[in-house]
């Protein structure tokens, strides 16, 4: 006996079954999980440049600016956001999901050191960088 013989024979059983799969397929579609704005994570990196007794003006002419022309070359970043304070600024840096994480945290680093020849030689190299996702991690 062939496995499709029954259906052969049956041919009105046999739209009827396929009817019925089709109305469980649809129904079942409508219980789908759907979301019309799905919470995503997007890859960000914040970098920590501290300077001790620098004014903020200094701090972004000197220390901040530097970093962000760099960092504005990197492909794949899609926001950039400073803040500069009196010894201390902050650039956070928000990648695309096709970037992976590990790949923009070793060209933010690249950015960094090409950075340095541009900021000034009393300037320390103090800087951390940590990631938001997976958790964070400081260098």
Known sequence: ???????????????LLMIAILLSGLMAYRFLPLATLPEVDYPTIQVQTFYP??????????VTAPLERQFGQMPGLNEMTSASSGGASIVTLQFGLSL???????E??????????CCPPTC????????????????
Not at 124 to 139: H, K, L, V
């Open 108 to 117: 933010v680093q690249a950015a960094i050191n090409a950075a340095t020849t």
């Open 1 to 15: 006996m062939n496995v499709s013989e029954p259906f052969i024979r049956r041919p009105v059983a046999t739209t």
């Open 100 to 106: 992976s994480l590990d790949v923009a945290e070793q």
């Open 53 to 62: 007794g620098a004014s903020p003006e200094v701090m972004t002419s000197s």
């Open 124 to 139: 320390p190299r103090r800087r951390s960088i940590s990631r938001s996702i997976p958790p964070t991690r400081r260098f």
